[in-house]
Each structure stands twice: as structure tokens, then as C-alpha cells.
């Protein structure tokens, strides 16, 4: 079957980093979506990756091992709005992206 | 408008009802997509476009229908509701490459309660 698996609620401190992990089973693989979700909101885009490594954008950075079947989001910095959910989802064999439950991130002052 | 609109927002159905949620994009996306997601699950596929006039069965489609009749329009019908159809719908649409899964961009959602 697929499955992917992360946390399902962390909590950091504002102005701290925190790593999201997530693991992956899936019949192939067609790349790796990181995906932020506010309450009530629609999903929104972070990142991506298809080959093994770290890709950086500004506070966010998103790391991959295809060996592994594993990936991390790391947040630094962390601002009160980034308290959301994200979503770490897996293009299969298809091209369709299997969604992993979603990780709620806590962030206190 | 500019990206995904749905509607409506949100909804009350009582069980037995037909229903259409309406999904409209004005990036000329050739793929298109529609999700439900429950508290607890990740979004899960009910079906999909990946063209105009084609359309495929996700993860989840019985009780669901879609059609595609043009590249911006991708109507959801619920043919008779029923209660566990009871979630937050959300359509979403992507450029095809044919050679992966690009980024997805999401509407706004419909909020669909079944009684």
C-alpha cells in the first residue's frame, strides 16, 4: 500500500527552528511536495524536491533521501504566522500526489 | 478573477439531494483535481482531468461524478448525499508536463455538511 507518515502536532518557541520529518511508501516516486495549510485556508506551495538534497528558500528549507524514503521541512526563525499545518505529499507511479495526514505546527510566544 | 474559485463556500444538504460544486480556473491549467479532506486524513483524491474531455477516478469516487467540458470549468456532482460525504471539498489545478506532478494550486474549498 502507500503511505506517507508524519507528526501529527509540534510546538516551538517563536524565533526558534523546528524540523517537520515525514516517511514515505509509495508505488514509485515522481518527486516530493512540502505544502502549508492555515486554518479554514486552502493548501498553499513551499517547495519541492526530486533529487536527494537540501533545497533552501529564505526560512524554509526542504531535504530529501530517496533511499530513505524520507524528507524534512525545517522553519527557522519562526514567526507567529507560521502557525499552520503542513502537508508533505508524494507524486507516485501515476504523476497523482498521496497526501500525508498533515503535521499542525504550534508556535508560542 | 485570478487562480481558483469555488462555489459555494459553504453548504447544508439534506441526505437524498443532488448537488453540484462548482470549480472555475483562469490559468489555462490543462490538469485539474478534486480533494476532500477530514480531520485527521490528508487530501484524497476523488478524481481528476488531466485534459479537457478526459476524466479519472481518484482514491475515493463512488458516490462522485465529474465531467470536463472546457480547459476552465470542473464540476463535482454529488448524485444522492449521504452523511459521511460530510467534508471540506477542494479543487485543485496544475500544468501537465507528462513527465511528473507539478505544484498544485488550491481554491478556497466547500464546506459541504450532509444531514
Known amino acids: 500500500g502507500q503511505n506517507i507518515d508524519q507528526p501529527t502536532e509540534m510546538t516551538a518557541t517563536e524565533g526558534a527552528i523546528v524540523q517537520i520529518n515525514c516517511t514515505y511508501q509509495?508505488?514509485?516516486?515522481?518527486?516530493l511536495f512540502w505544502y502549508q495549510q492555515h486554518a479554514g485556508e486552502a493548501p498553499t506551495f513551499l517547495s519541492y524536491?526530486?533529487l536527494d538534497g537540501l533545497e533552501e528558500k529564505g526560512r524554509f528549507s526542504s531535504f530529501l533521501s530517496r533511499s530513505k524514503g524520507y524528507s524534512y521541512l525545517l522553519l527557522k526563525e519562526l514567526q507567529m504566522k507560521d502557525s499552520a499545518s503542513y502537508l508533505c505529499?508524494?507524486?507516485?507511479?501515476?504523476?497523482?500526489?498521496?497526501w500525508g495526514a498533515g503535521t499542525k505546527l504550534i508556535i508560542k510566544p | 478573477i485570478a487562480g481558483i474559485t469555488q462555489a459555494p463556500t459553504s453548504q447544508i444538504l439534506a441526505a437524498g439531494r443532488r448537488m453540484t460544486l462548482r470549480c472555475t480556473q483562469d490559468?489555462?491549467?490543462?490538469?485539474m483535481y478534486w480533494y476532500r479532506q477530514d480531520l485527521g486524513l490528508g487530501l484524497r483524491l476523488i478524481h481528476y482531468?488531466?485534459?479537457?474531455?478526459?476524466?479519472g477516478k481518484g482514491e475515493v469516487p463512488d458516490g462522485y461524478s465529474v465531467s470536463r467540458a472546457n480547459t476552465d470549468d470542473f464540476p463535482l456532482t454529488l448524485a444522492s448525499a449521504v452523511p459521511s460525504q460530510t467534508s471540506v471539498y477542494f479543487c485543485?489545478?496544475?500544468?501537465?508536463?507528462?513527465?511528473?506532478?507539478?505544484?498544485?494550486?488550491f481554491g478556497p474549498g466547500t464546506r459541504l455538511t450532509v444531514t
Open positions: 509509495t508505488s514509485g516516486f515522481n518527486g
Open positions: 505529499a508524494v507524486g507516485d507511479s501515476n504523476y497523482q500526489l498521496i
Open positions: 485543485a489545478s496544475s500544468e501537465s508536463s507528462g513527465t511528473g506532478p507539478l505544484e498544485q494550486y
Open positions: 524536491n526530486v
Open positions: 490559468m489555462r491549467h490543462n490538469a
Open positions: 482531468s488531466n485534459t479537457a474531455g478526459t476524466t
